[in-house]
């Protein structure tokens, strides 16, 4: 189904239930994805209820402070335990029977233990199944069911170069985010066009015209859907051996500040004053600035205006749930938070200006793709597919022109997972050449 010498992807993919079932089995419940924020849960017995592939998980801190994802589902017959979106409690209490779990996932309470249990339920044997692997990667909550996988940061490899500028403070401090929101919406699409979207496709700009022509842009200037800050930069996209793919802007040395959200002077100097410390913070790696991006396989970005990761939850091989979580400095002014999350509503979810567009265009892509004959035929991937790596410009495939190399680096790593590949070939360790089905 994935060719990537001749660079064609079958439609198959975006529409079959049982590559749908395999993509759970061995892609979802390996590798690492994208939980929420400690944000979220700031204070002993705080909660956010998650998702990993299709099962709904527990994100919550216990009542020493660490912090768990457990999967939702009592261990007795298999009820949700929270059914809540959030919130703060010392036990989650099952609603069918009654079973009761601590925060720290143990098995506390049992109704009638001693009479019924007793002697044959142990309850240290019992409590909430918790994830193989957890990190807290500058706040970001990641997680893997598989006790193999490798550590988060050798999974993220050099793709942290990019994403640490979206979720560090916008001075230049590591970590410091908060999420002030979450949208969540369904839509009728397979979850890898969206996925695909924001390695770095900005060929389809030409959806967006009418959103450019309203100029929604955080400066509300005509003809920009953001402040352009990137127009004096070298525009790459890069793809990295795990799977991971974006398009960020390098700025010269000497490049000046680019005034923002000038209707509102405030906010304006403050990310004046947060341009200047960060280049004094960072040097060079402040010329870095991230556009869009995805860290596979479901947890895309972007990195200034707007600033959140949107993870995209499938629900079938033609449905996907959107989570956008909206990014601020913790420590931003309150002005300065409530004119950020009028322009994210404004920009990105169900009502969002410019994902509206997006979501017409997958939605489309994945009927189109259900038919007998459309099935024949398989979606092309060439752009750019002679144009030479800038392996100067960093680490990863590099390309200074708009490509295809993205996409393709992440269908590469999506086969090597339903192949059932090492951790080392998932890894990009192993070079030998992806043989074709057919082969």
Known sequence: MIDLAA???????????EVHRQELEKLFARTWLFVGHESQVAKPGD????RMGDESVILCRDERGEVHVFLNSCRHRGM????????NTSLFVCPYHS?????DGKLQGVPQYRTLYAGTLNREEWGLVEVARMANYK???WASWDPSAPDFLTWLGDAADHFDHVIDCRDGRPGGAEVIGVHKWIFPSNWKFAAENFLGDTYHNPSHRSVDMVGMSASAQPGQRRDNEYAKGQRVWVGYPQGHGMTSGYVPDDVEYTPTYQQYPEVDEYF???FHERKRRLGRRANLLPLVGTIFPNASYHGRQPRGICVWHPHGPTETEAWRFFLVDADAPAMVKDVLRRYYMRYSGPAGMTEQDDMENWLYATAASKGTIAKRYPLNYQMSMKSPNATHLGPGEVATQMTDQTPRNFYRAWQRYLNDDTWESLLGRDTRPI????E
Do not use: L, M, N
Not at 47 to 50: A, G, L
């Open 7 to 17: 660079g064609t992807v079958d439609r198959e993919i975006f529409t079959s239930p």
């Open 47 to 50: 909660f956010f209820v998650s």
């Open 80 to 87: 949700k335990v929270c059914r809540y979106e959030q919130g």
């Open 99 to 103: 079973w009761s779990y601590a925060t």
């Open 139 to 141: 706040g970001t909550i």
């Open 272 to 274: 004046r004053h947060c």
């Open 435 to 438: 043989q074709r089905a057919a």
